[in-house]
C-alpha cells in the first residue's frame, strides 16, 4: 500500500501537518503502508488533481480540497478551502467517509489535526509537542513582538526560514526527519548549513523592503521585483513600520509572480477587512489576516494590478 500525503508546500504549518498525519496513518492506515510526500503551490483556481494524487491511497494537508475520486483524507483551515461551491458540496456529501475535516476557525492545520486524532482516533504525538506549538504560533501569528518574528533567533523561526526558502524536494525529505525527531531537527546541520547564507539574504531583504515600501493610510506597499524572490519574510513590514495595519508586497521569480497580502498581529482588534475575500476576487485565498494571489512567472502586470486594487481597498472603510 502506497501513501501519497499532497501537503502545502514550503509552509512550517503545511510540513508539520504532513508529519503529523503520517503519525496518524501509522496508528490507523494498513500495517506495511509506505509514505511519500508531494508538495503542492497554490496557483489560481489550483487544487490537487491526478498527477498529484497518484498513490494507492492519497491524503492533503492544509491546502485546497478537491474533489477527485483518488482523495482518501483531507485536513484544511483555510477560508478559501474551495475553489468552486461545487466543491463545497461535494465535501459536505463526502464527509460520511470520517477522512475529510475542514475548520476555518482553526488556528493552524496542526492544531486541527492534533484535535481530530485525539477526539476521533485516540491518537497523540509525543515527542512532537514543541513542533506543534511553533507551527500553531507560525501559522497563527502569535509571536511576542515584530523583533521575534523579523530577528529569527529561535530555532522554530530558523527552521521556518530554511523551508520556506528551499526546493520542494528539501521539503519533502525534510518531513520523515519531523516524523522521526520533531523540532530537534531545527538545530541540525541539514537545517543550520542552509539557515546561515539564508539569513543573509534575509537581512539583504529587510534592506530592500525598507527602500521600496511606502506607507499610505493604514497601509504599507512594495514592489520587491526588481530582485529575483520566491517569497520574503511578511513580518518585515511591520518590524519597519509598526503603525501599518496592512501590507502588500510584489515578487516576482522565475516560478511565479505573487502578490502577499497580510494584517499587523500586533494591531490585531483594529482590523476591518477580510483578506481571503480579496485575495479571492484574483484567484488567491487565504485566511482573514493574510492572504495572497499567485500567478503565473510571465503575469507580473496582474499581480501588480492586484496588488493595486487590494491596498486602495484595505485603505477604504471596513
Not at 53 to 62: C, I, K, P, R, S
Not at 184 to 200: C, D, G, N, Y
Not at 261 to 267: E, M
Request: proline share 5%; glycine share 8%; with cysteine.
Amino acid at each position: 500500500m502506497r501513501m501519497v500525503v499532497g501537503y502545502h508546500g514550503r509552509c512550517f504549518d503545511g510540513c508539520t501537518s504532513a508529519a503529523l498525519f503520517t503519525r496518524l496513518y501509522e496508528k490507523v492506515g494498513p500495517k506495511g503502508a509506505t509514505v511519500s510526500y508531494r508538495a503542492l503551490a497554490h496557483g489560481k483556481g489550483a487544487a490537487p488533481g491526478p498527477a498529484e494524487l497518484d498513490g494507492d491511497e492519497n491524503a492533503v494537508v492544509d491546502f485546497k480540497y478537491t474533489p477527485s475520486p483518488a482523495l482518501t483524507w483531507w485536513f484544511d483551515h483555510h477560508q478559501s478551502a474551495f475553489v468552486e461551491p461545487a466543491h463545497r458540496a461535494h465535501f459536505e456529501a463526502a464527509q460520511q467517509d470520517g477522512r475529510r475535516f475542514f475548520d476555518p476557525e482553526c488556528s493552524s492545520c496542526t492544531r486541527l489535526l492534533v484535535r481530530v486524532a485525539k477526539d476521533r482516533f485516540g491518537v497523540t504525538f509525543p515527542g512532537l509537542e514543541e513542533l506543534i506549538h511553533w507551527a500553531d504560533t507560525i501559522d497563527a501569528a502569535r509571536f511576542e513582538s515584530p523583533a521575534m518574528a523579523v530577528e529569527l533567533k529561535q530555532p522554530a523561526l530558523q527552521l521556518m526560514t530554511v523551508l520556506e526558502a528551499s526546493e520542494d524536494a528539501f521539503c519533502d525529505a525534510i518531513i520523515p526527519r519531523l516524523v522521526q525527531d520533531g523540532l530537534a531537527v531545527a538545530t541540525t546541520e541539514l537545517v543550520q548549513s542552509r539557515f546561515i547564507p539564508m539569513f543573509k539574504q534575509h537581512q539583504d531583504n529587510v534592506e530592500r523592503v525598507r527602500q521600496t515600501a511606502r506607507l499610505d493610510g493604514n497601509v504599507v506597499s512594495f514592489d520587491l521585483t526588481a530582485w529575483d524572490m520566491d517569497g520574503f519574510n511578511k513580518f518585515i513590514a511591520y518590524y519597519l513600520y509598526p503603525q501599518a495595519l496592512y501590507s502588500v508586497g510584489v515578487t516576482a521569480s522565475s516560478r511565479r509572480s505573487k502578490v502577499s497580502v497580510g494584517s499587523n498581529p500586533w494591531r490585531a482588534g483594529e482590523r476591518r477587512h477580510d483578506i481571503s475575500k480579496l485575495c479571492e476576487r484574483y484567484g488567491g485565498g487565504g485566511h482573514p489576516v493574510v492572504g495572497a494571489v499567485t500567478l503565473g512567472a510571465g503575469e507580473l502586470a496582474g499581480v501588480r494590478q492586484a496588488a493595486l486594487e487590494i491596498a486602495a481597498a484595505l485603505r477604504a472603510p471596513g
